[in-house]
């Protein structure tokens, strides 16, 4: 079946200006995770989704950051008054839980880079 | 707080060799473990996961690691190289209960003819 996909693959934006990166996680997955990657870094969490619980936003790195997710599948997260310092690849990944409330494995989308000039 | 450290940065081995990538993590009770790796431009894919029982897990593409309780470690090891196996890699942890995974820095790994 498919997996989670991006888009867009590339975004080359000024700053100053807002970017929406999308993310369509695997159909049944009801838990969502977005992690921003920067040059030679791990993943640093970003924001989780459950199903229709409020989501986790303990990762974002400041107000200009934020993410919403539309009838517990798509999600989008938006950036805003972009910085070069927000330049990294920014990785979508989806999982199903156990009975127990713990995460299974998660399956990661290609990533949108985003470069801010 | 929970922590996964994978103390080397970058590893070169020759195609053939042997390979083990060092995982150590922090974590209270039993963790869920996980390996991942990252083929440039490519996004993550799972090697290999131990939630619990035998603490030695089998992977795709050759890959096993083994969880040592006592080491709080999950090394990743493949006893064959291939040239194909040059990515980054990650291993991260995963609560069994709770929502934050955690992830390692990411090993290099260069394979050379």
């Known amino acids: 079946g498919a997996g989670v996909s991006q888009s867009p693959s590339n975004k080359v934006t000024e700053k100053g200006k807002d970017v929406e990166l999308r993310c369509d996680p695997i159909?049944?997955?009801?838990?969502l995770y977005w992690y921003r990657q920067s040059l030679g870094q791990g993943l640093e969490f970003l924001i989780y989704?459950?199903?229709?619980?409020?989501?986790?936003k303990s990762g974002l790195p400041s107000d200009r950051f934020s993410a919403e997710r539309t009838g517990g599948s798509v999600s989008t997260l938006t950036i805003q008054r972009t910085q070069q310092e927000d330049s990294a690849v920014y990785l979508c990944?989806?999982?199903?839980?156990?009975?127990?409330?713990?995460?299974?494995?998660?399956?990661f989308g290609p990533g949108t880079r985003l470069t801010v000039l | 707080a929970q922590s996964v450290t994978q103390p080397d940065i970058h590893i070169t081995v020759s195609e053939g060799a042997s390979l083990e990538l060092r995982c150590n993590y922090s974590?209270?009770?039993?963790?869920?473990l996980f390996w991942y790796v990252q083929s440039p431009g490519q996004g993550l894919q799972l090697l290999l996961k131990y939630f619990s029982g035998d603490t030695l897990v089998q992977g795709i593409k050759g890959f096993e690691a083994e969880f040592k309780r006592s080491q709080s470690s999950f090394n990743l090891r493949k006893p064959s190289v291939h040239w194909s196996d040059a990515a980054e890699y990650f291993c991260a942890v995963g609560p069994n209960t709770g929502n934050q995974f955690y992830f390692g820095t990411g090993t290099s790994l260069t394979v050379i003819p």
């Open positions: 989704f459950q199903g229709n619980s409020a989501p986790d």
């Open positions: 974590y209270g009770a039993t963790p869920y």
């Open positions: 990944a989806s999982s199903t839980r156990f009975s127990s409330g713990a995460y299974n494995e998660q399956f």
């Open positions: 159909s049944g997955h009801t838990a």
